[in-house]
C-alpha cells in the first residue's frame, strides 16, 4: 500500500536552513505529483509547494523565493529545502500525493522556528 514517511524536522532559529525529506513506497513515485502541505496550530493546512514527476514546481506566495521542491524519482524521496526560515513557518509539515483518486498523507514532521 501507499506509504509516505517523512523526516528532518527540528527547531531552528530564524534564518537558517533545514531540508525534509519524505520517502514514498508502494506505488510508481516517478508518475505522480507530490505535495508538501503545513499546518501551524490553530490554523487550516496549507498547500506549500507541488512537484510533478518530470521536476517542474509550483510555491505558495508566502514561500516563494525561500523554500525548494525537489525529487528524486530513483529513490522515491521528495525534499523541501528550507532556506531564510521565519517564525511564521512553524508547523508541522506533511507530504501527500493523489493516487487513482485518493489521497495519501504522510505523519508529519515538526519545524519549529525560534530564537
Known amino acids: 500500500q501507499v506509504q509516505l514517511v517523512e523526516s528532518g524536522g527540528d527547531l531552528v532559529q530564524p534564518g537558517e536552513s533545514l531540508r525534509l525529506s519524505c520517502r514514498a513506497s508502494g506505488y510508481t513515485f516517478s508518475r505522480y505529483v507530490m505535495d508538501w502541505y503545513r499546518q501551524a496550530p490553530g490554523k487550516e493546512r496549507e498547500l506549500v509547494a507541488s512537484?510533478?514527476?518530470?521536476?517542474?514546481?509550483n510555491y505558495a506566495d508566502s514561500v516563494k523565493g525561500r523554500f525548494t521542491v525537489s525529487r528524486d524519482n530513483a529513490k522515491n524521496t521528495v525534499y523541501l529545502q528550507m532556506d531564510s526560515l521565519k517564525p511564521e513557518d512553524t508547523a508541522v509539515y506533511f507530504c501527500?500525493?493523489?493516487?487513482?483518486?485518493?489521497?495519501?498523507w504522510g505523519q508529519g514532521t515538526q519545524v519549529t522556528v525560534s530564537s
Open positions: 512537484v510533478r514527476g518530470g521536476g517542474s514546481a
Open positions: 501527500k500525493t493523489t493516487v487513482y483518486g485518493n489521497n495519501y
